[in-house]
């Protein structure tokens, strides 16, 4: 039986998403057995263990080095002390890494892959190299572009470029160019042009059954609004979230209508904010026809979430790749963005360039870019129906085939 390594980076929910999305598609083109050990931490781990609670033997905990948490995304400052001490319970980074790669090396060495796609472990492509064994990373950064305020980062670029470069090929999880999202994100070298793929991008292929509407549908029908999405591990969620609260005590918005999605699976966080100033449940607003100004909602059905998206005027988001993909190729809607980090500057920037969306820096911004967006939507609808034409929906079934041809030329 063939064996497959998958390892997941466990910063942030994009790469957990994208290796679900590929893995249900492997079966549909690898025609011999195989089985599939996952390898991630934190939340990463946590949801595996949850979703194939009956593999546990294949699903293994490696702790990967990741940034240290600040208030707004990973803290800089933090993470660069990490290199030499300990940190908010995690051990000095030269030791994570060595432990990091013992283990690794451990699980290669026991189960002999036939196959690793590695969706932000740089590890596991110098483990796979140095074996001989095929690897795929799938990634939508290589060298991302940096801004004055981080420069001082650009010697790691250098040295991540370089063990992403180790990988048998490179899948990059977005359209071919000049419909690369992540353009200013990859920067690619000439000497890993001949491994690189445009697969497309990794979104939701299954279909949503359509089942009786929710409140929360029935709620926000016939109603002009903004969807604000939080995303990303806690820090990130927490910072978007901060910033939002920002804006929403802007004059500007005192009329303009939004659902928060807080990526959350709490229903505590569910309630109706209504132009009265009073709290409800979403089912007593939809019950007493409450005139609603805000709705927090702490995690969305598929179902609802779809709903949401087609009948919102924009989205705002913090420039998430993943989540940019599904709104403005799936759904040819304007994005707002509110950047956390330059990979996020980068996606935005590359939006509003092509009129899709408005880079938000500061909290002003955000009410002008909604206001321009309004005003010029037209415009806007334009570019996104050209650009949702040429948007690759299909990454995980084409990665899929890659990883089906990896094993066929092994053999």
């Known amino acids: ?79 660069l002390m990490n290199i030499l001490l300990p940190v908010s319970n995690n051990p000095p980074l030269i030791k994570q890494i060595v432990s990091y790669l013992r283990e690794e090396r451990k699980l290669y060495d026991n189960e002999k892959f036939d196959l690793v796609i590695n969706d932000g472990d740089m590890g596991s492509n110098i483990l796979a190299n140095n074996r001989n064994v095929p690897s795929l990373f799938v990634t939508n950064q290589f060298r991302p572009k940096l801004y004055n305020s981080r420069s001082y980062l650009y010697p790691s670029l250098i040295f991540v470029a370089k063990q992403i470069a180790k990988a048998s090929k490179i899948l990059v999880a977005d359209s071919p160019p000049p419909y690369t999202m992540c353009e200013y994100n990859l920067n690619f070298t000439e000497e890993v042009k001949e491994k690189i793929t445009y697969v497309g991008h990794f979104t939701n292929s299954k279909r949503i059954k359509n089942e009786e509407s929710s409140d929360l549908e029935k709620l926000v029908k016939d109603n002009e609004f903004g969807y604000w999405m939080r995303t990303g591990n806690k820090s990130t969620n927490d910072g978007t979230g901060q910033r939002y609260e920002e804006v929403f005590h802007q004059h500007e918005m005192k009329e303009e209508k939004r659902i928060v999605s807080h990526a959350r699976n709490d229903s505590n966080i569910d309630s109706v904010l209504g132009k009265d100033g009073e709290r409800y449940s979403i089912s007593e607003a939809f019950d007493k026809k409450i005139d609603w100004m805000q709705i927090d909602v702490g995690y969305l ?45 980068n996606n935005i920037k590359w939006a509003e360039e092509k009129n899709l969306g408005v880079l938000a820096i500061k909290t002003s911004q955000v009410t002008y870019g909604i206001s321009r967006i309004k005003e010029n939507y037209d415009s806007f609808k334009d570019n996104l129906n050209e650009f949702s034409r040429n948007f690759v929906p299909n990454g995980a079934e084409n990665s899929a085939k890659i990883a089906a041809l990896s094993i066929e030329e092994k053999k």
């Open 1 to 79: 039986m063939l064996k497959i390594g998958e390892f997941i980076y466990p910063w942030g929910s994009g790469h957990y998403s994208r290796m679900m999305r590929l893995n249900e598609a492997l079966g549909d083109h690898i025609k011999d057995k195989f089985e599939v050990h996952f390898s991630s931490k934190d939340h990463v781990y946590e949801k595996l263990l949850k979703k194939f609670p009956d593999q546990k033997e294949r699903i293994h905990e490696i702790l990967m080095p990741t940034p240290i948490d600040g208030k707004f995304g990973p803290s800089v400052s933090m993470s």
């Open 301 to 345: 059905s598929e179902q609802e979430k779809d709903v949401i998206l087609d009948l919102c005027k924009y989205a705002v988001v913090n420039g998430s790749h993943t989540v940019m993909g599904e709104i403005m190729g799936g759904k040819s809607k304007p994005i707002i963005g509110i950047p956390i980090y330059d990979e996020h500057t």
